[in-house]
Structures are given as C-alpha cells and as structure tokens.
C-alpha cells in the first residue's frame, strides 16, 4: 500500500513535468516558426511580395503567435492549477494528520476525521463505520437525512463497506448501482441517492477497525488521487481512534479505582467518611474563583480524592504518636507515584500538610514553594477538619495542636482560618476561600 501511494505520488508529479514539457515545446515551435518566416521573407520573398501577400504572411505569422500563446498561456495555468489542488489536498491532509493525533475525546475526534475528509475530496456525503462484534456501526454519517441511520448497525459483510472491512483494501467506485457488492438499504431508509463511493478501510496492524465510506464527489468522480489521500488518511485515523479509546479506557479505569480508594478510605476510618470529597468540592470553588483550567482542575479534583490515601497503610488503633500519623502524606505519595495516571498529582498529596511559614510536614516548604495545589487543599482540610467534629482525630485524640476539634461551626472555621492567614495558610487563598463560600456548603456536603 505504501509503494502504491509513493508511486501515485510520482505519476502526480510525473503528469506535472509532462504538461511543462508540453508548454516549453509549443513556445519553441512558436519561436522557430517565426524566425523561419521572417527569415524566409527577409531573403527570398521580399522582392516578389505584393502588398496583399505581405499582409496575408503576417496575418499568419500573428495568428501563429496568438494560437501558441493561447495554448501556452492554458497549459501553463492547468498544470498550476493541477499543483494548487495537489498542494491544497496535501496541506489539508497533513494538518488534518497532525490535529487529530491530539484529539482525545473519542466523538470529537470522529467528527474531526469526517469533516476533514468531506473537505479532502469534495465528496457530498459520507459515514464512519466501526466493527462491533459481527456488526459495522454508524457512529458519524453526514449528508441528507443523516440523522436517520446514526448509531445504527448493518451486519459486517454487508455492502460496499463491508467488502472493504473483510478484505481490508480501498474501494474507489464511479456508478455504485452497476457494482454487485452495493446495497441499496440505506439509501432507501435515506432517500439519499448513491453514485460515487470512495471507501477505506481503518485499518491497524491487529485488523480492520472500520471503514470510511464518502459518497457522490461534487464535481465529477473520485479521483486515483482522492483514493490515494484517503487511503492514507483512513490509516492516521485508525490509529488515532485507538489511542482515543486507550484513553478512554484509561480514565475510566482511573475514574473507577479513584472511587475504590476513596470508599477504601471511608471504610477503613469511619471518622473521615466522606471528608475527601467535601475537600474536593471546597477546592473546586477556589479553582473556579482564580480561573484554573480545567485540566487544572481535574488535577485538583483527584489530588483531593487522594490526599489521605497514606491512612490506608496505617493502622490507626495502633497509632501511638502524632509523628506516625504524619507519615500518612508520603505514604500515599509511594503508593501513588508508580501510576502513571496519578503521577502527576502527588506532588499536591505529598506536601499538603506543609504550612505557608515554613513549619509543616514532611519537606518544611515556606511560601510559594508549597505547590499551589496543596496550599489548597491544606485550606480545605483545615475548614473541613473544624466544621467535622472527627476529621483531626485518631483513637478520640487529637492531632493537630493548632486546630482543635472543640472549633465548631462555619463562623468559628472562618475566623479560625483569617487567624492562621499567611502563617498556616497562604494568606491570599484564604482570603478567595471566605469570599467564595457560605452555610449552604455544610448543608450540601
């Protein structure tokens, strides 16, 4: 396939050369005709020519010079023209190539590749099939009546798509009516009318993944270099929707164990039930206060899920000293740190117990060396810890001296957090915390 597309590739450029040619050697016949006359009247003729004569060999010798000129002037802009379009498809190609590698969002990315290949061949119309099981599934159709056969399935060998997916090889077709592989059932359920069919197969190393199938080219028929174009296309898109579905897959799986750690945590210290997500939704109101991105966010989000995970390497009523409690921060941080996916994340779990002066736990960070992360999420733990009576606690005994269990009540918590503003806590977050969150918190936790 690749020798295929390389050699189709020459035959463009190839077909380019030939047209120049063309237009170099009707100048040269137009040179040489003229030098010939006008040599052959300047020494033979000129003495014999009437005037009439003279007037008719130089109509001729101008129509020659307009003719080869128009000529010259036609091929000249048609093999322009045929290098725009060449140059145009390549560039939408590999910008479109370059783009949905980036694409993660797996709808989002089908769409892109369905557009993007409507606007490489002017096709009318078109669909992305994917195999699921014995069936070719609709997951992107665009064209008339599109809506009608969306998310709908045909059996894998069905049609013109279908014999692409089986043999995985293009399909390029000028009159579909006449081919014995087409079927007529969609556009019957549509009442689209097939034409011209250009179809490649998504195709991996493992196998056919689906097909894309564009139908009824604008003007005229697909060409050798649509199929070509596509063709390649069709198989930067497979790979692409199968590093959207890896994706996919990963943050669901991500999602899913994020959930069995935190109810983990919930089980295995009753106290802290529910804690990780109220310090969530606290922080959550703080990132959208100072306009973090919602990669940002996300971040956040899980860091705060996470951040007493260390407890569950900890047997609480075994716990003796406020020193191993403290050792839950980089518990968690080696538990997580091989994940890829959480990787990036235990930097905020690993120093949320550092305080802005410089007294904290484990580092002893000051300031803004503190991840910003973590000096919220230290914000949304102490203000949870104070309006939770259990929070700070292990074995009835509390473990924070400066914050004591007995500070009860959303007014007392936010007087408790301006009293340690810019020596517990970064000053500046407390101030965006207590602008940005009233009562109705408590009661929605």
Known sequence: ?????????????????????????????????LLLLVVRFLYVFLDYLSVPSLVAILSIVAGLAVTGMYVANAASKNAIKTIDEHADKLNTLLSTTSDIREIVYGDILLEN????????????????????????AFKVVKGRESNKITGLSIPKSQGLVGWVVDHGSAIRIDDAKNDDRFDSEIDKITGYDTKTVLCAPLRLSSGTIGALELINKKNGVFSSDDEDLITYFAGQAAVAIAMSKFHEDQKNYQIH????????????????????????????????????????????????????IGFLRIKVKDVKSID?????PRLAYEMLQPINFYAGITPFILHHHERYDGKGYPSGLKGEAIPLEARMIAIAEAFDAMVSRNSYKYVGRPVEENISPSVRGFRSAIEELKNNSGTQFDGELVEIFVSNIDESFLEEA
Request: proline share 0%.
């Open 1 to 33: 396939m690749i020798t295929d597309r390389i050699d189709r590739k020459k035959a463009v450029v190839e077909n380019i050369k030939h047209q120049i040619k063309v237009l170099n050697g009707i100048i040269l016949v137009i040179v040489y005709a």
């Open 113 to 136: 590749i369905m557009e993007s290949s409507l606007r490489i061949t002017g096709a009318d119309a078109g669909s992305i099939l994917l195999v699921e099981g014995d069936r070719l």
């Open 257 to 308: 164990l994020t959930d069995i750690l935190v109810d983990a945590m919930d089980t295995h210290i009753h106290e802290k039930s529910g804690h990780a997500r109220r310090v969530a939704k606290y922080c959550l109101q703080m990132a959208r206060a100072i306009n973090m991105s919602e990669d940002e966010k996300k971040k956040l989000y899980q860091a705060c899920l996470l951040h007493d």
């Open 324 to 328: 191993e409690y403290k050792a839950h």
